[in-house]
Every structure is written in C-alpha cells, then in structure tokens.
C-alpha cells in the first residue's frame, strides 16, 4: 500500500510498529474485558435476558419485523428510482417552468429531517395501508431527491462529447438522454446507488417513532415486555451489521458485474447524505 | 400562520435545543472521529484494523438503535449521564465513524506526488507534514466533513422521541394541536433546519474559497 503519510518502515520503525501493535491489543482486550465484567455485574449477562432470542414465538417476532423493514426499504428503494431520474433529468431541462419546480423539489426534500417528513405525513392520517405507508413515502420522498442529485450527478459525468457526437448524427433531444446519456449515467452512479439502498434499509428504523411494523418496533415489543433493553439493542445492532454487510457485497458484485472496472468501498452508506459530499462515499 | 406566530418562543427554544445537541455531539465527533481517523492512516496494521472495525460497527448501525443501546440500555449497567448526554454519546459515536472516513478520504485526496517531491528536495518527516501536507490535508477535509455535520444536524431529530424538546419535538406537540394548519407547521420548521443547513455549507464555501488549493 502506497500512502503519502509514511514511508516503507525500517528495522526500528518496524519494531515500534510492533510494540504500538502489542500495546493495541492489550488496550482492545481491556476495554472489551471491562464490558463483559460490567455486563456479569449488573446481571446483564444472565439467562433470563438473552431468553427472548432463542424462544422461537419471538424469533418468528424478529423474523417477521425483519421481513417487513426489508419490504419497506425495498418498496421505497424501487418507488425512489424511477422519482429519481424523473427529477434528475427535470433539474437538467433547458426549460425554466421542469427545472425550477425539480430543484425546489430536490433542494426541500433533502435538506428536511426525514424524521420530521415522515411525522408529518402521518400526522395527515387516513392513509390505506395503516402505518407503513407514512414511513414508505417518507423514504420515497427523501431517497428519490438524493437519487435525483446522483443521477444528474452521472449525466454530467458522461464525457460531453457523447452528446455531441449523438446530436451530430440527429438525434433528437430526449433521444440523446434516453438511448446516449442515461445508460452510461447509470454506469457511474452505480456506487452511490447501493450506498443509498443501505442508507434506506438504516432509516426503516425511523419506523419506531409511528410504530411502523418493523424490526424496531419488533425489538419494542421485546424490550417492554421483557425489560431487556440492552441485550435487544444489542440484538438489533447485529441484525442490521449483517444485513448492511450482505448488501455491501452484493453491491461489490453488482458493481464488478455491471459497472466496469473501478472498485467500489461501501461502509454502511451515510444516513442522509449530501451526494458527492466525498463523506458517503470515501 | 397563527399556529407558527403565536408558539414561535416554543419553536426556538426547540431549535436552541437542536444546536446544543448539534454542538455536543458534533465536538464529540470530531475529537473521536479524528483519533479514530488517525488510526486509518497510520502504518500500524493493528491500529488500522480498529479504525476500520470501529467504522464498520458503527456505520452500518442505525442511530436509532445506538440511541436504544445509550438511552435505555447504558442505566442498565449503572451507568446514566441523564437524556441529553445519553443521547450525545449515541451521535457523537455514530458520527465519530463518518468523521473519520472524511478525514480519511480527505487526505487521501492529496497526490502521492507531494510528499515524494517534498521528501526529494531532502524535507525531514516534520517538516513534510507542517508544511506540505497537513496544510493540504485541512483544506481537503473541510467540504466532506461539512456533509457530515448537516447529516448530523438533521439526525438531531431522532432525538423527539427520547424527551429532548428539540425542533421536530415541537413539531410533534405542534401538529397535534393545530390540525387545520399541518403544512404551515411543517414548512415553517423546516425552514428552520433549511437554515442551519446552510449556514454550514456557507462556512463551509467561504473557508474553501479562502484556502483553496490551487492545482
């Protein structure tokens, strides 16, 4: 690994690397012994805590919630897209009357607290589908005007030329975006797409607030019956590590299947980014 | 308007709330997220590797649940600084990951270039740091690090749901007594975060344009 910080390491630099090493591990051991002790002091670690995770009605509980948090990140990741691009391309129109509305649109969506936006809206009440729906569309809204500043984002990424050069054999306009410039578009911003679907799966936690059906309302449940509150917490941190790790990967795979040749490094995405802000991404 | 006029001390004292929130956990962030940071960069394979482990653990967490975990579960084990602090050591860890990644991918972001040509006109390791990279490494940071903190400002609001009368608190209480003007309500705080939102990518563009880096 080449890095401008530091050089290759010598005979003594490697030493010290050693001991600053050695040190590390101690210091991480300690800190995690001093949870654990902590954990048996209190009564943390006893039975009748962890109990509810392996008693299989409330297993199918967090099976459940972990179904429908997964459908609802699902439901608004598929509804943002097309809203997304619609946006996108709105926010790139030469005509004044499609661009100012996309960009207030975008610019309001983006910068309010989802939390708040899905407060309102089931604040509003009467929706058909119970609960779930607030928190859907709030997503919907949030995520489709970040996808919409990704997507304009990859348009202009795409070499000009290609326009030109689609232009100069006649295409018309909204031929140069369909068949020219969004395929190529969607190349680019496959990175930040996945990093956004992990976003959205993060944020179907925000379901807690309405008691949206999910898998925090699930652990809810758990916790309030069982007093639990740290063991649950634990438990859902876990559930969503791994679930984020394995759309990470798919998201590796998808971008080496379908995205050429650049690696993509995807931590967790970032929970109501600003695109291109470099910090979602890195 | 009424409903927005009438409760507009309550609506502040909201917002107030949010900036102190913002401030802590933002502090927070940036003392943690920087050493976490540090620890990414270093030649220390270990260290490196609990860099990562810790931003992996804690971004791939929902602050909703980290907020559960210091909310709830911390005065399990005895340990309880009350809601406010509580609530901050959640963010402030959760950020500490985001902060860290930007510092990252910030000084990443100078050449490998400077450091070789810094290194070949014979510039001890000191004096490479103090005077060609850090001073770039700064300037890099400080426009991913700006996403951060407005993503921060707006998870202020996870908050409302843990007794922090903070703006989307207010809101809340807000909605439910004036039921004819929802919107008003709703466009009226959000004008508010809007505000603070941009006040730091405002900081964030004049210190840009100050120090820019010429390339």
Redesign the interface.
């Known amino acids: 690994m080449?890095?401008?910080?530091?050089d290759v390491?010598g005979p003594r630099?490697v030493r010290r690397?050693r001991i600053?090493?050695v040190v590390?591990?101690v210091a991480?051991i300690a800190i995690i012994g001093a949870v654990i002790w902590?954990?048996q002091a209190?009564g943390?670690l006893s039975y009748a805590k962890w109990e509810p995770f392996f008693t299989p009605s409330l297993v199918q509980l967090i099976l459940e919630g972990l179904v429908k948090t997964m459908l609802a990140g699902a439901l608004a990741i598929v509804l943002a897209v097309p809203l997304g691009m619609i946006m996108g391309v709105a926010k790139l129109s030469d005509h004044r009357m499609i661009r100012w509305p996309a960009w207030l649109f975008v610019e309001?969506f983006r910068?309010?607290?989802?939390?708040?936006l899905i407060?309102?809206i089931w604040?509003?009440q009467g929706f058909p589908l119970g609960t779930i729906f607030p928190l859907v569309l709030g997503l919907l809204l949030y995520n489709g005007s970040v996808l919409a500043e990704v997507v304009r984002a990859g348009i202009n990424a795409v070499p000009a030329g290609q326009a030109e050069a689609a232009y100069a054999i006649g295409l018309r306009k909204h031929q140069v975006m369909r068949i020219v410039l969004l395929p190529q578009a969607i190349k680019i911003m496959l990175p930040s797409f996945i990093s956004q679907c992990?976003v959205a799966l993060?944020?179907t936690?925000?379901g807690?607030?309405i008691l949206a059906p999910g898998l925090?309302f699930a652990?809810r449940e758990i916790?309030r019956t069982f007093g639990n509150?740290?063991q649950?917490?634990?438990v859902?941190?876990v559930i969503?590590?791994i679930l984020?790790?394995l759309l990470g990967l798919l998201g590796e795979w998808v971008q080496r299947r379908f995205g050429g040749e650049s690696k993509i490094e995807l931590?967790?995405?970032?929970?109501?980014?600003?695109p291109v802000?470099?910090?979602?991404r890195? | 308007m009424d409903a927005l006029t009438d409760n507009l001390d309550l609506i502040l004292k909201g917002f107030l709330e949010t900036l102190k929130l913002l401030l802590s956990s933002g502090l927070l962030a940036l003392a943690l997220g920087t050493l976490i940071g540090v620890f990414r960069?270093?030649?220390?394979?270990?260290?490196r590797g609990?860099a990562v482990a810790y931003?992996?653990?804690?971004?791939?967490?929902?602050?909703?649940?980290?907020i559960?975990?210091t909310y709830?579960?911390l005065p399990?084990?005895?340990i309880d600084f009350g809601f406010f602090w509580n609530i901050t050591l959640a963010m402030g860890f959760y950020t500490a990951?985001?902060v860290s990644?930007?510092i990252?991918?910030?000084?990443?972001g100078?050449?490998?270039g400077?450091?070789e040509a810094a290194r070949s006109i014979g510039m001890p390791f000191g004096m490479t740091m103090t005077q060609v990279?850090l001073p770039q490494a700064f300037r890099l940071v400080v426009?991913?690090?700006?996403?951060?903190f407005?993503?921060l400002?707006?998870?202020?609001?996870?908050a409302?749901?843990f007794g922090i009368a903070e703006?989307?608190f207010r809101?809340?209480g807000l909605?439910?007594d004036h039921a004819t003007e929802?919107v008003t309500i709703?466009v009226g705080?959000?004008i508010g975060?809007?505000i603070i939102?941009e006040l730091i990518s405002f900081g964030a563009h004049l210190f840009e344009r100050k120090y820019a880096v010429t390339r």
């Open positions: 080449s890095n401008v910080l530091f390491p630099a690397h600053i090493g590390t591990v991480v902590k954990f209190e943390q309001f910068a309010v607290p989802l939390l708040m407060i309102f604040s509003m992990i993060k944020d936690s925000l807690f607030y925090t652990g916790y509150y740290l649950t917490a634990i859902l941190a969503y590590i984020n790790l931590v967790g995405g970032m929970v109501q980014a600003q802000g470099g910090a979602g890195a | 960069l270093s030649p220390v394979p270990i260290l609990v931003v992996t653990i804690f971004r791939n967490t929902p602050l909703l649940v980290l559960l975990l709830y579960g399990q084990l005895g990951s985001f990644e930007a990252r991918s910030g000084v990443n100078i050449p490998l400077q450091a990279l426009p991913p690090l700006a996403s951060v407005i993503a400002t707006k998870n202020t609001s996870l409302a749901g703006a989307t809101l809340k909605l439910n929802r709703f705080i959000a975060y809007i939102v």
